[in-house]
């Protein structure tokens, strides 16, 4: 098709428009015409595109497919599984259809099958979480005394009671709920040469919770007989709270009172400023840092 010179704009647009319902695809109208494919895509609006340039869908039978899976009542999970694709594609494809109706006894076997599939998942992570840890462990290693002094001095600066200006005492008492943790210290304690006859305990704990099981519990992870135990601090019972510390595994905190422990105090005290000095000079020190790799701990 020859183009004269003296048409108008308005008359090749009207070419192009022809050209495009007898089935020329865009590049080949330019080509025709002349003009620039942006050019003739602006006059080719509105006009629909010959068949054979439209490229099918590929997920068009799955999309009919999961439309009807949807219609007979299937979740979108289970659309998911059953064509595997995703689930954020199912429900584009089936958003505007009715939520599937379901019995009773289909919420209860889908929420015990939820359960299931969870418990499970919970499992595999609790496995892979206990063997990375003990393989840490492993790689650390016994600690020597000297170690196990220090980790005490640094869990006491942690959760014991310290010297404020209001409140000049220099006693050790050591509070703490968790097992190892007193095992810890206790051990820390012996290290340090403090007898048993030093030793003051008690049992800190919710009213509403077994003093008397508490007690002998305690007695049972420290060794000292649970008569020995001085009175119970009981802390009042708050009906509004929502405490997580309750049931049979609820034991308190157990109280570590050390006497004549000015010293030891100081010593605790001088232990955690050679801690905090040599952390201090770490950070300092940029070019030398300690990394976890391999099974180690390395230093570069």
Partial sequence: MAIDDNETASDIREQARDLRRQGLSLSEIAARLGRSTS???DWLRGVPAPAWTRRPRAKDAERARARELRADGLAYAEIASELKVSKSSVSLWTRDLPHPEHSPEDLDARRAGHRRYFERRRER???????YVRSVTDDV?????????????VAYWAEGTKRKPWR???RVTFTNSDVDMIRLFLAFLRLMGVSDDRLRLRVAIHESADEEQARIFWAGVTGVPADTFQRSTLKRHVVATRRKNV???????????VLRSVALYRQVEGIWFAVRDAAGSSLSAPSRVVQWQDGGFWIR
């Fill in 125 to 131: 992570e609790d496995r892979a979480r206990g063997c």
């Fill in 168 to 170: 000049r005492a220099e």
């Fill in 247 to 257: 049931g049979v595994d609820y034991h308190g905190c157990l109280v570590i009172v």
């Fill in 39 to 41: 050019t003739v895509q």
């Fill in 141 to 153: 290693g016994h600690l020597s005394e000297r170690e196990l002094i220090i980790a005490g001095a």
